[in-house]
């Protein structure tokens, strides 16, 4: 099953305030991600007070700022929900084949790994799925 944790969810090609009340036809031409997840019925699964400390305890870990390049609040928290949940992340991040000098640059992948959390790419996602395009 795919589940998107409520503060991915919200990242997800988001309406913006000024075209809420554009019609669904308009909608599904600007935010065709968007509308498809609500079609489809996904609704945001909400994450627990664990989940959010474990979350606090990544971003102390992996030195999440504003400022930094690597993975942000809330990849911390789908990495602290994957890892309680025990599910598999899919991103579309590259791997980084060598760690960067500071914590803050590391991005999902190589957190994953260090995490020992499943993570894989899309494409990867699909084959497993047996989806073919």
């Not at 999440?64 to 991040?93: F, P, R």
Request: net charge negative; charged share 30%.
């Amino acid at each position: 099953n795919i589940i998107l944790i409520k503060p991915i969810f919200s990242e997800i090609d988001p309406i913006s305030p000024a075209d809420n009340k554009l019609t669904d036809d308009k909608k599904r031409e600007r935010y065709p991600l968007h509308m498809w997840l609500q079609e489809k019925q996904f609704v945001e699964t909400p994450v627990d007070d664990e989940i959010i400390s474990v979350s606090l305890d990544l971003e102390k870990e992996y030195e999440t700022s504003d400022t930094s390049k690597g993975a942000g609040q809330n990849d911390m928290t789908l990495i602290a929900y994957a890892k309680g949940m025990d599910k598999t992340i899919v991103t579309l991040e590259a791997i980084q084949n060598q760690k960067p000098g500071k914590k803050c640059n590391y991005k999902i992948p190589l957190i994953c790994d260090e995490q020992k959390v499943r993570c894989i790419n899309f494409v990867s996602m699909l084959k497993e799925l047996n989806i073919q395009i």
